[in-house]
């Protein structure tokens, strides 16, 4: 079923004419949580839950299909951004926020591990697992695939790691904040000497440097909107979106748009999108941006801020403006999006399946493909290279 196509102005740019032969890795890593459902809008710990999973997707299958499934812990708490693959593709990290309290089931605290996930074996399997910081949420690795940075939520810092092949390796950890600043996700940029993190609770987005192995917190800031959490480079490295999430009372909420070219960088855009937007994502092209919008699907049915379902919305990226190409109705508390040849793939938590479309000049596509997973999705990701 054909969604939206390509409103007439968004015809005149020049990204319109991108084909769907996007690019991008082979792979898409799923992490999947079984600890917290939604139970008519209250996320709730249920009773003796199945293993969290981590789901291993071939994107150069027709359609996109599940190569493996293992078993590794995962959280749904922070931005959907808890995976990072390896440029070449041998590793994955996979952070874990929260864990369940052993002394009362019923509850969760904060957990600090990364699972490093060997993907060039069958089935892919976990080789080590390393301690981040409380929360660790957000995780990138640069383009040389030497260095690893985890946003740490609930204690105000950023942990960085080193890759060498597939041996990570702790290298120390930067306070960015007071404990609960909210550092939600981190990314890198293209030439590896800057990074960006967000900090939801105090709505600041910061600005650390990067020498080697050596990272730094600038002290400087900048202030997109209420509570940034997701955020993404778009190639081939311009400009910096970030969804800001707000604070869940029924208002629509905003993405923003950082441009990196200046210096220093500053947020020249912003635009509404919604409720809650909670994963963004840049085609590797660079040519789309796309946003997954609650849209009131996690709140109770008697609320007035109440939808059945969330939405995708796909932006294209005019210069460093965005401009937007179509919308399309998903499943309910969705999470994050990845583009990958033409596909883009939306994880909807409530239903355990991640919702695969087609996106080209002429619109976007529902394809009618839901992949299955054991577990609610959470957090997904293709190499950045």
Same mark, same amino acid.
């Given at each position: 079923?054909?969604?939206?196509?390509?409103?007439?102005?968004?015809?005149?740019?020049?990204?319109?004419?991108?084909?769907?032969?996007? @690019?991008?890795?082979?792979?898409?890593?799923?992490?999947?949580?079984?600890?917290?459902?939604?139970?008519?809008?209250?996320?709730? !710990?249920?009773?003796?839950?199945?293993?969290?999973?981590?789901?291993?997707?071939?994107?150069?299958?027709?359609?996109?299909?599940?190569?493996?499934?293992?078993?590794?812990?995962?959280? !749904?708490?922070? &931005?959907?951004?808890?995976?990072?693959?390896?440029?070449?593709?041998?590793?994955?990290?996979?952070?874990?926020?929260?864990?369940?309290?052993?002394?009362?089931?019923?509850?969760?605290? &904060?957990?600090?591990?990364?699972?490093?996930?060997?993907?060039?074996?069958?089935?892919?399997?976990?080789?080590?697992?390393?301690?981040?910081?409380?929360?660790?949420?957000? !995780?990138?690795?640069?383009?040389?695939?030497?260095?690893?940075?985890?946003?740490?939520?609930?204690?105000?810092?950023?942990?960085?790691?080193?890759?060498?092949?597939?041996?990570?390796?702790?290298?120390?950890?930067? &306070?960015?904040?007071?404990?609960? #600043? @909210? %550092?939600?996700?981190?990314?890198?940029?293209?030439?590896? =000497?800057?990074?960006?993190?967000?900090?939801?609770?105090?709505?600041?987005?910061?600005?650390?440097?990067?020498?080697?192995?050596?990272?730094?917190?600038? =002290?400087?800031?900048?202030?997109?909107?209420?509570?940034?959490? @997701?955020?993404?480079?778009?190639?081939?490295?311009?400009?910096?979106?970030?969804?800001?999430?707000?604070?869940?009372?029924?208002?629509?909420?905003?993405?923003?748009?950082?441009?990196?070219?200046?210096?220093?960088?500053?947020?020249?855009?912003?635009?509404?999108?919604?409720?809650?937007?909670?994963?963004?994502?840049?085609? %590797?092209?660079?040519?789309?941006?796309?946003?997954?919008?609650?849209?009131?699907?996690?709140?109770?049915?008697?609320?007035?801020?109440?939808?059945?379902?969330?939405?995708?919305?796909?932006?294209?990226?005019?210069? =460093?403006?965005?401009?937007?190409?179509?919308?399309?109705?998903?499943?309910?508390?969705?999470?994050?999006?990845?583009? #990958? @040849?033409?596909?883009?793939?939306?994880?909807?938590? !409530?239903?355990?399946?991640?919702?695969?479309?087609?996106?080209?000049?002429?619109?976007?596509?529902?394809?009618?493909?839901?992949?299955?997973?054991?577990?609610?999705?959470?957090?997904?990701?293709?190499?950045? =290279?």
């Amino acid at each position: 079923m054909r969604i939206i196509a390509c409103a007439a102005a968004a015809v005149a740019l020049a990204g319109c004419a991108g084909t769907s032969e996007m @690019g991008g890795g082979r792979y898409a890593v799923s992490a999947n949580d079984n600890k917290l459902v939604l139970d008519n809008g209250v996320a709730k !710990v249920p009773p003796n839950p199945a293993p969290d999973t981590v789901a291993i997707i071939d994107l150069r299958a027709t359609p996109p299909a599940v190569v493996a499934e293992i078993e590794a812990p995962a959280s !749904v708490v922070g &931005p959907p951004t808890s995976v990072a693959i390896a440029p070449d593709e041998s590793i994955a990290l996979v952070t874990s926020a929260m864990k369940i309290l052993p002394s009362d089931p019923t509850k969760q605290v &904060p957990d600090n591990r990364v699972s490093v996930i060997d993907l060039t074996v069958r089935p892919p399997r976990v080789i080590s697992t390393l301690e981040a910081g409380a929360g660790a949420a957000g !995780v990138s690795i640069n383009r040389a695939g030497n260095l690893a940075l985890v946003a740490n939520r609930s204690e105000g810092t950023v942990s960085v790691f080193t890759i060498a092949g597939k041996t990570v390796a702790p290298a120390g950890k930067i &306070p960015v904040g007071e404990a609960n #600043s @909210g %550092p939600s996700h981190v990314v890198i940029t293209a030439d590896g =000497k800057t990074a960006l993190l967000t900090r939801d609770n105090d709505h600041k987005i910061s600005v650390l440097a990067i020498d080697g192995t050596k990272v730094t917190y600038t =002290k400087r800031d900048l202030n997109a909107g209420l509570r940034p959490y @997701g955020m993404d480079i778009c190639p081939p490295g311009n400009i910096a979106v970030v969804a800001n999430i707000g604070v869940g009372q029924g208002d629509h909420d905003t993405i923003s748009v950082i441009d990196l070219t200046l210096q220093p960088p500053r947020v020249t855009e912003t635009l509404t999108v919604g409720q809650t937007p909670e994963g963004i994502k840049c085609s %590797p092209d660079g040519i789309w941006v796309g946003v997954v919008v609650m849209n009131g699907s996690n709140k109770p049915a008697s609320s007035p801020f109440y939808a059945a379902n969330g939405k995708l919305v796909v932006y294209q990226v005019n210069g =460093k403006q965005l401009q937007k190409f179509g919308e399309a109705p998903i499943g309910s508390w969705s999470q994050g999006v990845v583009f #990958s @040849g033409g596909y883009v793939l939306v994880q909807n938590m !409530v239903q355990k399946n991640i919702h695969v479309f087609r996106i080209d000049r002429s619109g976007l596509t529902d394809t009618g493909q839901r992949i299955q997973l054991k577990a609610g999705p959470a957090g997904i990701r293709t190499a950045e =290279k």
